[in-house]
């Protein structure tokens, strides 16, 4: 939901060791602290309807003189301030995209995008403090003008440290297109209380209380009302809508339908294949490793040690030992055991380890909607898409999709000579096919871009 450049594994270790974050968002794990309120770019920020008719999103990022544009179908591209003068570069890369982009007076709210005029679109925006689990959190309601019922959606975090209501920019681009939009600072970022963490019991309660005081906010005007959230969000929102019978829907975004050890575990996986080993014994060794791996982060460090000992002996030699990499495996068994213990102890962030989604997703009422990357590094979706698909078979309202090209964040990319992906947009389809269904609860304006649905309920 911001704007940061997915990071490579290593850095995402040292900065954020064993958290297994998975931030709602656009790539890897990410540490940004917001832009100074002061910073002169963000009155720029909002969404603005084009001299054609479309819109174009305009977003506050984390760099001060910093914004990015958006538009629905998904492309998109970084505004640099030089000058006086505004530089686009394509997606998350550095490459120049050729597209002009200029503004008027904050005051006028106009800008000239590629050859089009536009005015900023004007919202109802109410801003609110609200109690969640033992913590006051800041929040804000965005509706389209008017009177009219309109469909709301409660974005919930995945696992970023920084100021939802600062930056994320859903609360402009769903507004302009006709859906509420109420956005709130996770416990311990931006303007609310308390520590933050990644305990997804009380983030999940927060997220509850959030779609509370959207309601109430929102009056008369809240039509259809639920959870909206990217990555952790996929664990978080449907355990918030198990616990609050107003929610109606749940849209989750590039999450996973298994537990937190699972992204490194099919990470690892992931990578053997792609180095050569994918044959089905080695894949199963590596199982082995990844499972005690897991049990060290998952301990904190306490655990583990001896297990792990005892496959190095065992497997060390083997060619496919120096290809373990994953979210911390390969990280783990390349460090030592003080070197490891260091960095657990930097962290505190009370990772919900234990938490299985399965049980929430097959007792939920509400329906749902999951989009996942086919080819997400992050987290890969297979096993998830064998789990919702075998959910809905089991008459669960569940509707699975799958952009078979997109990777974490539902990016597409590029890959350079070093083989380093390059994120160059958002997958066509992915901001339509979820104001689809939070309006209606169907996928009825297909197709969207090259999304395939693999299950919906009967």
């Known amino acids: ?99 002009a982009v200029s503004f008027g007076d904050c005051a006028q709210g106009r800008i000239r995008y590629d050859g089009h005029a536009g005015r900023k679109l004007r919202f109802d925006i109410r801003e609110t403090r609200f109690q969640g689990n033992g913590v006051e959190l800041r929040g804000r309601l965005v509706l389209p003008e008017g009177r009219d019922k309109v469909p709301l959606v409660v974005l919930v975090h995945g696992s970023e440290n920084y100021s939802g209501v600062d930056l994320y920019h859903l609360q402009n681009l769903f507004p302009a297109n006709g859906v509420g939009v109420f956005v709130y600072d996770k416990r311990g970022t931006g303007g609310s209380t308390g520590k933050y963490n990644q305990n997804f019991y009380q983030l999940s309660d927060d997220a509850a209380a959030a779609l509370r005081e959207a309601k109430r906010l929102a009056g008369a005007r809240a039509g259809r009302t639920g959870f909206q959230g990217g990555s952790q969000g996929g664990w978080v929102a449907p355990l918030a809508a198990s616990k609050e019978p107003q929610a109606e829907f749940v849209v989750v975004g590039f999450g996973l339908a298994d537990g937190v050890l699972a992204e490194d575990r099919d990470q ?50 083997q060619p496919w030992w120096k290809a373990l990499k994953g979210e911390y495996t390969g990280l783990v068994i ?55 698909v075998g959910l809905a078979g089991e008459g669960r309202p569940i509707t699975t999709a799958v952009f078979p090209a997109a990777d974490h964040g539902m990016l597409e990319f590029d890959v350079d000579a070093k083989g380093e992906r390059q994120h160059t947009r958002v997958a066509d389809g992915y901001f339509r096919m979820q104001l689809d269904w939070i309006k209606r609860g169907a996928l009825d304006h297909a197709p969207y871009g090259s999304a395939q649905v693999l299950a919906q309920p009967k």
């Open 334 to 388: 390349n460090k030592t055991r003080a070197e490891v213990l260091a960095e657990l102890a930097k962290q505190d962030v009370d990772v919900s380890w234990d938490y299985d989604p399965m049980p929430v997703l097959r007792g939920l009422r509400a329906p749902q909607l999951w989009i996942v990357g086919g080819s997400d590094l992050e987290a890969p979706s297979d096993e998830t898409q064998k789990r919702l």
């Open 1 to 99: 939901m911001t704007d940061r450049r997915p990071q490579p594994r290593a850095a995402v270790f040292r900065r954020a060791a064993l958290s297994l974050a998975l931030i709602a968002g656009v790539g890897a794990v990410h540490a940004a602290e917001p832009a100074p309120a002061a910073d002169p770019a963000r009155c720029h920020a909002g969404a603005y309807r084009l001299d054609d008719g479309r819109v174009v999103d305009i977003g506050a990022v984390a760099t001060p003189g910093t914004l990015r544009w958006r538009l629905m179908d998904g492309r998109t591209g970084k505004l640099t301030q030089r000058d006086g003068a505004w530089t686009s570069t394509r997606g998350w890369t550095d490459r120049p995209d050729g597209v």
């Open 268 to 317: 690892v996986a992931m990578d053997l294949r792609a180095a050569g080993f994918g044959d089905a014994d080695t894949l199963a060794k590596a199982r082995e490793v990844s499972d005690v791996t897991g049990l060290i982060a998952s301990s904190d460090g306490q655990r583990g040690w001896d297990e792990l000992a005892a496959l190095r002996a065992k497997y060390g030699e």
